[in-house]
């Protein structure tokens, strides 16, 4: 209940640091909001936010503060669920990467671990705890701890402290863990269900993403009906798992799409099929229907892993195959969401439903679930396949005893149910001043003005809908648009209105003791036309963003995709309408609509520009002249990691140096001696990570980890011939670098972000293995400054160890004159590209334009090569070409600016083998509307004198 009123948490995540351009947040709050969301859960990335011990970074990209304030403003409750620990296929989890010199266990009671997390959460509580509800905000629930599977006594007194200290840190609203599934984990103490394990929470949540993958060929699949996790399932409870019977059923994350990985063909376009439309309506349904009130899907909008971000098991897209795509489309499946959201908003007896009797359908492949509000005795009647992925064609009637009388419905035609699917009725419900006995149609939205009520109800096209209201005496009934006929049953007072489904129809009813009421009768694809915002119901753009009435002005904000006209409803006193902020001239409808005298303007279309590129060779550290004298050196430095290495071995894992993030260099020295013929290299390096080996200046080789779909292999070996002159007596000089492709996670709780960086391990060899007590002095160089970061804007997940990150030749004011035309052919290493282009966008028109590489249509390119992409020196992505899938990079405006220069720069790393060169490179338009929210370019130093130097 919030202020009393009991209410459906109707929840979508989004990470606002997978949006690194803050004005975008907004849109993505509003496409959020007008999908029917009326709440956001917002995971927080403590790394994100610290690349030092005791450094914190709130500003800019960073400044969790206004997303929480632009959330509320547009409307939206808040869920925070700020860690320590929040997973999100994020590099170590979303902990700091200094984190993984801690030699204690993470996510137990350990006094270093836990001094360490309360450095954040005092910083994060404080900012959320201004925002809670009760402080004058919208946030009205926080989770503590992410999927704690461990249930130890050392976790449970970890669990305390976190608890404890969100309340001393001021939050007040209720504490909630996330459960990796109904395990029962971390369930309140008042829970008295055996086998649970207590935490100190409030609430008890879990998550979960049933309703089968999609093939290695793209196919969805419906593995699996929808679970009953509440009333329906085992135990019959609410509570999940029945295993908090006394607190609200809440998924604190449920599937909406899912993650993809390196080498795989492409599954985001499946995954928002697989989890998309039709899923929704199946699954989110049943949750609801199973009392699961609380209920936040698992992504609303993806976003994109930028710069290190990722842990190995994604790549940088993060689209997830969410209902807001990674360009910030809004998919099919949102205007499904739409749908759904509008039934919950329209029928607020919808919260806080129990079962009801049986209400039972005519076909053995078709159940009803059939739930009641004990307060008002409103029906949601969840009609779906028995089991629930079943995809026959039925034809059936439902026999239940509703709030106003027995029926078997519908009295006409029977209802269908085809294919994968399942429908949302409401009955014996009042909506306004009218009384829905049934509807065989799906209820989207209701307005009340001028003394009358307007509702919008839709169906699949083709099938016949039936909608019963009731009334004293016999009401007026006119079809002002469309087919409808109606019949009276004076004896109970039924109006039973009978009408197909196609285009729409529009019925207005008249007296029979009730207000008037104009019912709008949509098949599916028309309702989604239509725009529930304010004191507004609107037909055609792309998006209404808000509705907005001031005076008697109605100020209407949204998207057109195309040239596109304007209906609305909305009270009669408001008698002018602005449409992003141009005054729109209307005239009256025989529907009681106003329509536009002329349609709304579309999009312009958008001309980008070819690129050119410069190039300059960047791994000068392979030369053994190079001066390496102010890196470290590699050695006595204390060994915290999970990885064995073998015994004698100096530490040689990047991050005991303070280099956390990106690439690392190692340069090491040794006496050659004609027996040592190999050298055997172990090394971390997370998802399709990589190492490059040089000796003497003469290029050895790589070693690529293999993709290992769906979990990388993050770890590996590799053993190299030195080169014969190596074998020489007197000083050689061995180069690596290492290409980290993020830290593991630490989904089990078992330090596992703490697999080693970088070498693991270097041995001189005789063949066959034999190794020698040669030492090897290594020194080491990554990300310049290390944890002091010399970019703090930019932040520690932008830029690694490589040559041309160190010498600021990705920020785009670097001055490139002396670059040469770009290089056809390649060195083994990395070779920089730079381009420089001037975009000019028309002004009022959002697009999202993206990088692409190759050929787009296919997955991997035969051609073998890598690409950081940077944007304006924001590091945008990584491309592996023969591991693919992701060819297109979307960058977002802000990031990328629509109006004036930028400048993209390519550290392209090839095994230099003739054909591993880079393919063509080009700008694409992903989308493009006129409308949009504005955005400013985000705040970041240009040139590299303007970067901190290292000390
Ligand atoms: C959940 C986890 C999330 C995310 C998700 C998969 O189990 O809580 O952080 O990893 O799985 O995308």
Redesign the pocket.
Known sequence: MIDGKRQVIWSAEFHPFRLPSPDLWRDVLQKLKASGFNTVALYFDWGYHSPKQDVYDFTGIRDMDRVLTMAQEEGLYVITRAGPY????LSRGGFPGWLVNQRGRARTDDPAYMAAADEWLTRIDAIIARHQINNGGSVILHQIE??LALTTPAQRRYMNHLYAKARADGLTIPLFH?D?GRNGYWVPESSKVANVVHGPNDLYAF?G?PGGTCTVQGKPTRGSAAPDWGYYGPGGAKGGASASPDTPAFLA?FGGG??DYWGSNGGYECNAIQRGKRFQRVFYGTNLANGIDIHSV?MGYGGTSWGWLPAPVVFTSYDYGSAISEARELRPKAEEMKQLGGLIATVPDLAGMVPAGAAVASSPNVQVYHDRNPESDARFLMVTHKPSNGTTDDRFTITADLPDGRYTFPATEPMRLNGFDAKWLVAGVNVGGQRLVYSTSELQAALAADGGDLMLLYGRAGESGETVLRYTSAPQVRVLDGQATSLFDAAKGDLRLTYPHAGRAVVRIEGGGRTPLTLVLADEAEGARYWRQGPALVRGPALLRSAVAKGGTLALTGDTREETPLELWTPAALRSVTWNGASVALKPTAIGSRVATRPLAGPAPVTLPALTWRSAYGSPEAQPGFDDSRWQVAEGKPYASITARPDGQPNLSMDAYGFHDGDVWYRGRFTGTPDAKQLALFYGAGGSGMLQVWVDGQFVGQNELPAGLPRPITTGGARFDLPAGAQASGEHVISVMVRNNGHNWDLDSDDFHKEARGLISASLEAPGGRSFAIPIAWKIQGKAGGEDLPDPARGPANTGGQYGERMGWHLPGFDDAKWQAAATTVQPGTTWYRSRFTLAMPKGQDATVAVAFGDTASPRSVAKYRASIFVNGWNMGQFIAHVGPQRVFPIPEGILNHRGPNSIALAVISDGAPGDVLEPVKLVTLRNVRGGVSVSPVAAPTRPDQLIQEK
């Open positions: 929040v997973n999100a296929e992410n999927e996330n990796q998550d993403y994350e899912w993650f698992y």
